[in-house]
Structure formats: structure tokens, C-alpha cells
């Protein structure tokens, strides 16, 4: 028996294939290196975003601001121009109130496929009707302005 002609180029091509399988899922684990400065999404089992965060690391190192959790009902959400991303929500709480939040997304500090999980994320996290629970920065006087850090 003969052996095949290509035997190395064929390893060589399994052995990228390999590597470039490796590299895919652990950025699609998305929790990059420990140092990444942007926002964030973590996949539950099916593969749909179930948490999104880090979205305004500023406001924790911010003294003008303090950190905050709450749920509610989303009423209304806000999109920037081109309709995608959404930069701000309306919750009702059970007693009838109702609370604008912010959310600020830097695009820049994400690649391209953590802004598609990001902004796809906060479509379905915050779609309304839906519970949502946040964690926040209530920031300037008394707390009055709120900027959304996670979304789950």
C-alpha cells in the first residue's frame, strides 16, 4: 500500500483547522482577557444572550455616583439613530411608578460580534412587557440619573 502524497500539508491543515476552532470558542465564551474595558454578554445553554454588563465601568469609580439594583416591567425603550441600539428603557414597578434608566453602549470599545450580542441582547432583555433586572449607577443630585451597567 501506498502512502498518501500530502500527508504533512494534511496534518498542517488539520492542525490550523484546530486552532481556528479553539480560537472561535473561546471568543464566543466572551470573556476575553481580564483586562477587556467594554461591555459584555454571557450565552446561557441555548446560545442566546442572557446577561448583558459592564456597561458603564466609569460609574463605579464615579464619587459622584452610587451603585443600585432594582426590577421592574420595561414600558418603553429608547433607540439611537439607526434603530439598533437601545440608550435608554422606562420600568414600572409593581406600585405603578415608572423609572427612565440610561444605557450607554460604547461601540468602539467592542469588536464586531460583542456589539451584534450586546445590542441583540438588550433588544430581547429589555424587550417590553418583559422583566428586567438591573444594576445601576444612580448618579448627580440625589441620585436622580440612572445608567444601566447590567441587564439580566
Known sequence: MRPAKHTLATSALVACAIAVLAWASSVHAQDFAPNYDGP???LDEEGNVSKVYN??????????CLPD???GRVAKRKFDESGLIITGAVLEFDDGTRQF???EVD????D???TR??????????????????????CGAA???LYVDAVW
Open 69 to 71: 439594583q432594582f426590577s
Open 101 to 103: 434608566v440610561n444605557i
Open 117 to 138: 450580542f450586546v445590542a441583540q441582547g438588550l433588544q430581547i432583555l429589555l424587550k417590553e412587557g418583559r422583566e428586567a433586572s438591573l444594576k445601576l449607577y444612580r
Open 55 to 64: 456597561l458603564d465601568p466609569s460609574g463605579a469609580t464615579n464619587d459622584y
Open 107 to 110: 461601540a468602539d470599545a467592542m
Open 143 to 145: 441620585g436622580r440619573v
Open 112 to 114: 464586531m460580534m460583542t
Open 40 to 42: 459584555k454578554y454571557q
